[in-house]
């Protein structure tokens, strides 16, 4: 069984800058591209990023606006998420994704469906002074 636990939420001021975790076990970590999406109260889910399977193309939300980088460790099953320059609109609870598509482009994590992905179950990041 596939099973994705994020860490590194938390509380941060303004401008502060966190680094979520994502750690993958039970599966092919390698095969699956990964993503982030967060959550705010009241609000829809949003993609946040994601990333191919060798790491080596990454889309990000229109929102990040260069501030946040995604990588992986494909030795460590791990995928990241650095988040600098944080701003109050940024909280929300990260969810990291294993998708087990064959596709990476744009559209489709602009328009992505849950059920093409294992889930974590969210990190809180709180930005508030």
């Known amino acids: 069984q596939v099973q994705l636990v994020e860490s590194g939420g938390g509380l941060v001021q303004p401008g502060g800058s966190l680094r979520l975790s994502c750690e993958v076990s039970?599966?092919?970590?390698?095969?699956?591209?990964m993503a982030w999406f967060r959550q705010a109260p009241g609000k829809e889910r949003e993609f946040v990023s994601a990333?191919?399977?060798?790491?080596?193309?990454?889309y990000y939300g229109d929102f990040v606006k260069g501030r946040f980088t995604m990588s992986r460790d494909n030795a460590k099953s791990t995928a990241y998420l650095q988040m600098n320059s944080l701003n109050p609109e940024d909280t929300a609870v990260y969810y990291c994704?294993?998708?087990?598509?064959?596709?990476?482009?744009?559209?489709?994590?602009?328009?992505?469906?849950?059920?093409?992905?294992?889930w974590g179950k969210g990190t809180l990041v709180t930005v508030s002074s």
């Open positions: 994704a294993a998708d087990r598509g064959e596709i990476f482009d744009e559209d489709y994590y602009r328009n992505y469906s849950p059920d093409r992905a294992y």
């Open positions: 990333i191919s399977w060798s790491g080596m193309t990454t």
């Open positions: 039970g599966g092919t970590f390698s095969s699956y591209a």
